[in-house]
């Protein structure tokens, strides 16, 4: 059992409170998920030419003043932003040049995000202790994933919480269970896909990015997973200018969405919406089993 939930400000003069109105939603959702819980924020695009790149270190002392040293002396211009065990860094370097370099000369340090948008902090602990850590109340961005995991497949660590990520600014949330995660794993571990957990929900994460980067629509991604997937899901996906919500053939996993002129927001259960502003003159509605719902950034 986890929680997922989600808000996309759809009102301009909001966004800088989309911190404010997502953690009481993630702190709700604590007994679904006490384990651990994330975040992937999507914020303003940076410049075509960069992407910002979100890391993490297990390590609680790690200098990350003096990875940025080395960084600027080695490979060139950065922007780093520190918070707790995350780094957010910004760069016209490529990606694939900054995960090698990483890898050779900072190997306990981890990509979690890679895009133009998406910020994403995740941690183990409850999720209000994670919220305050990173300061999740600040956060300022049109919409957001969010996650409290229980675990019951793999490892509490930060590696196996959620949100996961594959490609460029693209997440995914899971509340369910997936019985074939194994078949899944050697399947696209044969088309070359990495993977950098023992958690379920990555498989299906880098399944559906897979099926995105060979052109399908998300809707037919979600049709082969239909075939493909054997469990019980709730996914919740963002994109740089989306959110996307899909329950399994039998909704065995709750949901419930509300949408409002302001915002759609979306939890696991409604008392993570219940403080939202005009929540009670909202449309309120569980979604339909195998339909995929998706809002925009307007």
Not at 77 to 101: Q, S, Y
Not at 129 to 143: C, L, N, W
Request: proline share 5%; charged share 25%.
């Amino acid at each position: 059992m986890c929680g997922i939930v989600g808000l996309l400000l759809k009102k301009p003069s909001l966004r800088p409170r989309l911190g404010e109105f997502m953690v009481p939603m993630l702190i709700g959702m604590t007994e679904r998920g006490p384990d651990s819980s994330g975040m992937a924020v999507f914020t303003d695009r940076t410049a075509e030419q960069c992407r910002k790149i979100s890391l993490y270190c297990a390590d609680p002392g790690f200098a990350w003043r003096h990875l940025e040293a080395t960084l600027l002396e080695q490979l060139g211009d950065a922007r780093f932003e520190v918070k707790a065990n995350h780094c957010i860094l910004t760069t016209a370097l490529g990606p694939d040049r900054v995960r090698e370099w990483l890898a050779e000369v900072f190997p306990r340090v981890h990509v979690l995000s890679v895009g133009r948008s998406i910020d994403l902090y995740k941690d183990v602990g409850l999720p209000s202790e994670v919220a305050e850590r990173y300061s999740f109340s600040s956060m300022v961005g049109t919409h957001v994933v969010g996650h409290t995991r229980m675990a019951t497949e793999s490892a509490v660590t930060p590696e196996n919480a959620h949100p996961y990520t594959a490609g460029e600014d693209w997440c995914l949330v899971h509340n369910g269970s997936l019985a074939n995660p194994g078949s899944l794993r050697r399947k696209l571990v044969k088309l070359g896909r990495r993977f950098e957990s023992d958690c379920d929900t990555e498989g299906a994460c880098r399944y559906l990015h897979w099926r995105l980067q060979m052109g399908e629509t998300l809707e037919t991604a979600l049709e082969h997973a239909f075939d493909d997937f054997d469990g019980f899901f709730t996914f919740l996906m963002g994109t740089e200018d989306k959110l996307a919500l899909v329950r399994d053939p039998f909704a065995c996993k709750p949901a419930i969405v509300a949408e409002t002129d302001d915002y759609v927001a979306i939890a696991s259960e409604f008392r993570s919406l219940a403080h939202l502003p005009g929540v009670k003159h909202a449309q309120l509605f569980e979604p339909k089993p195998a339909e995929v719902y998706s809002w925009s950034v307007q």
